[in-house]
């Protein structure tokens, strides 16, 4: 009977270490990842954030709400005037969607006008006026402007602008010519630089010519001309440049206006990236002024995968309570051809914690 008992108790201790063991185990097990979780929750809770300030999403780059626009130039165009020119070598047609005019430049002042009469329209309602425009030449001498008439017939020069090869548009603000009704558009392809020029007939070639309500957030800008462009669609910016690109050319988006926030409080830009490749950088600048501007961010990428990028632009020298403008862009490391950078989710943030 006391071998029995013995035996009984030996078990019984041997369930104790087992539950004790079983429980060591669980601590050994369970309690650290309870605490890994206490501590992401409490890092949580404690680790400086990013609190928006103000953001684009969007990235506007055409103008808006127009009142007028024509694409066809089928219809209500007329010849106002011709200067040195002989029976047919100045006119205007349309074709394939494009107006067309044409004139010939014989070592005197020469060129044409045409006009079209629109219903009254307020350039204080409408104030931008935009003409996609080429010619067959870029030479100095030639020049392609516009006009507008208003509601007592008088007649106001839209300015002297150079001729271009390249698909290129004129935009305007009416605002600084007449802030009144206007009832009629003429444009015009004259050789008023130097009435000396002589090459023969030149075309001036006009895809489209609207007055639109809402300009632009974002505008293009480069250091050299090429063929650049800046679009935006589903919240992506692309700025794009081709044909023969050297090393150290700068194509920028700029947004000049709309940026309300206190940039001193909100000093961290963040914004995601793409590069097309690693042979063009993607360049932001910060402008506190007409003045004065802090690149803040050139860098390249070896992948077309998207970025994140936030910096503090009062490291860079940037403390102005307010930014003048914002400008994203590219610059071209090595040569080439075609480049593209994307950008997306532009903010200025501040930072927190709690």
């Known amino acids: 009977m006391r071998i029995n ?22 601590l050994f097990v369970v309690f650290p990842i309870e605490y890994i979780k206490l501590l992401s929750s409490l890092r949580s809770n404690i680790e400086p954030h990013l609190s928006l300030g103000w953001e684009d999403n969007s990235f506007r780059t055409d103008y808006e709400d127009a009142v007028w626009i024509d694409q066809d130039f089928a219809q209500g165009w007329t010849i106002a005037w011709t200067t040195g020119q002989e029976n047919g070598s100045a006119g205007f047609d349309a074709s394939a969607g494009l107006g067309h005019l044409y004139a010939t430049f014989n070592n005197s002042l020469g060129g044409i006008m045409v006009q079209k009469s629109l219903n009254d329209i307020d350039t204080v309602e409408y104030p931008y006026l935009v003409i996609g425009h080429k010619e067959t ?3 100095p001498s030639l020049m392609f402007s516009f006009g507008v008439t208003d509601d007592k017939g008088l007649w106001y020069d839209g300015g002297w602008h150079h001729t271009s090869m390249s698909w290129t548009k004129l935009e305007f603000d009416l605002r600084s010519l007449i802030n009144g009704t206007i009832r009629c558009v003429s444009i015009r392809l004259t050789n008023d630089f130097d009435h000396s020029y002589a090459s023969g007939e030149q075309s ?58 206190n940039s001193s409080e909100y000093s961290y830009l963040k914004v995601s990236i793409k590069t097309s490749s690693i042979n063009v950088a993607a360049r932001v600048v910060v402008w506190v002024d007409q003045s004065h501007a802090y690149a803040v961010l050139l860098k390249t990428y070896d992948d077309n995968a998207w970025h994140t990028e936030i910096v503090d632009i009062s490291l860079f020298g940037a403390t102005s309570s307010s930014l003048y403008m914002v400008e994203l862009g590219w610059m071209q490391i090595d040569e080439g051809y075609e480049s593209t950078v994307y950008y997306r989710q532009l903010s200025f943030d501040s930072l927190g914690g709690y």
């Open 204 to 261: 001036a070639y006009v895809q489209l010519i609207g007055i639109y309500a809402e300009a632009p957030d974002w505008v293009m800008a480069y250091n050299e001309p090429i063929n650049a462009s800046i679009s935006s669609e589903n919240g992506t910016l692309e700025i794009h440049g081709s044909g023969g690109l050297s090393s150290g050319t700068i194509v920028s988006a700029q947004r000049p206006k709309g940026l309300l926030f």
């Open 5 to 26: 008992k013995q035996s009984e108790n030996d078990i019984g201790m041997k369930k104790k270490v087992f539950y004790v063991a079983i429980l060591i185990l669980l």
């Open 137 to 139: 030449s870029s030479d």
